[in-house]
């Protein structure tokens, strides 16, 4: 009697081949489905933990031009605003998931293959940016934790070097995330959580004006993987599990990461650069502190990879290897080099425009199911959904300008002038999302005349494809 591997097939000759169980090298190789329910959930699960997120709930509970939310607000905000965002990101990944393709490819059936450059380009921006400041970020918290003994350059090159070997093998590492990494993180958040709440709250005063713009915040965070999440929901096995892995993982996650982060912004009195001395100040917290910071490096990963997928939607046939080392060697240099803090309102103008692009995303979706999704190097340009990610990227800059000089004040004043501006019950997310999508979900359903063979079926969308 012989025996077959599990997942192996036979060659012309009667051998037999291995089905592959890493991430594939170019754009041409076999995608394995490999990623269950568990892997997804630890991957998001770290994701939506985030040292930014302690200090950034100041975001949420003291919106810039907004009085301070009480407490009980800006928790609903941060529920509310994550509530959206993870629903948006698990319905990504399930189309993901679908396709097997990496999120920019994926992008080539909405927009073009032409077209998808444009997403693809500021991907890569925004990847290399907050990959950099994520290396920056970990190399002060160290610095923190040390009270100043390790100085800042040695722990970006150290974490950047560490960074760029976990993308070599992206799957192993999402293996060694669920199987170890997650424990520590949680154990690390209880013993944050316990600490924080041995005492009670400070008294809580403030104003319920800024909620929706608090919302906002949250929700914006969330989406902004969305240009990432199709890079690992393409390894999944269910697009049912890459749905829940985004939504209960990472939503669970952010609310976590948030809500310590607004108990620790009360006991500093709302100063968000005294939030890792409280947290050093904890039982325990210099432990949990140090787990969090070795866990950050799930965050650079993630930008380092991610740029590497981004770059093979320009040019499929680069190896992904080659492209992960030298994304990690020049990532590491910005963060040796470059004062990130001056590019941070740029970075988050850039994560503004996946918001109102995933909205005509997930409305192409659900008006056609997919027929027509041509994700291939031949995929027409379709003028009426660039047109729909145009409209929803000007609804969000009129209502949230933004910080960038001169971009910024060009879009106050045109958004006073249509009093879009200033409102704090509009939300910028929610109010441009909802107009890209209103404006593509009945002009998806045109197909242009080269269209052929779908990629995509017509299922329910969380149902799995046989």
Known sequence: MSTATPG?????????????????????DDVPHTLGLRDQLGLWGNLGISLLGFGGAIAIQAPTGFPVLPFAGALLAVLVGTAFGALALGFSL??????RTPAMVLLRGLLGYRASGLPTVLNIAQCLGWGSFELVVIAEACHSLTHGAIGTWPVIVAIGT????LTIRPLGTIYLLRQFVSILVMIAILVLAVGLLRQPLPASHGSWTGFWVGVDAALAVAISWVPLGADYARHSRTGRAAFS????????????????????????????DGVFEVFLSLPLGVAAFGVLILRETDQSFANVYSTAVSVQNLRPAWDRRVLTVAVGAVTTGLAL???LDRFV??????????????????AAWARTGGPGWDTSGTAPTRPAMIAAWAAGCVTYQLINPGAVSGWSTLWARAGSALHLAGHPWLSASITSFAVA??????LAGRRHASDETPILTAEPLLGDPS
Do not use: K, M
């Open 8 to 28: 192996a097939e036979r060659t012309p000759t009667g051998g037999l081949t291995r089905a592959p169980t890493e991430a594939p090298i170019t754009l041409a």
């Open 162 to 165: 560490l960074t760029t070997i």
């Open 245 to 272: 892995g985004g939504l209960i993982g990472f939503g669970t996650a952010q609310v976590a990461c948030y809500g310590i982060g607004l108990v620790a912004l009360a006991r500093t009195g709302y100063n968000p």
């Open 337 to 339: 080099s470059v004062d």
């Open 437 to 442: 999508a209103a404006i593509a979900y009945p």
């Open 94 to 99: 399930v189309l993901g998931a679908r396709t």
């Open 345 to 362: 309102s740029f970075l988050y103008l850039i994560g503004a425009v996946f918001v109102p692009l995933t909205g005509v995303l997930l």
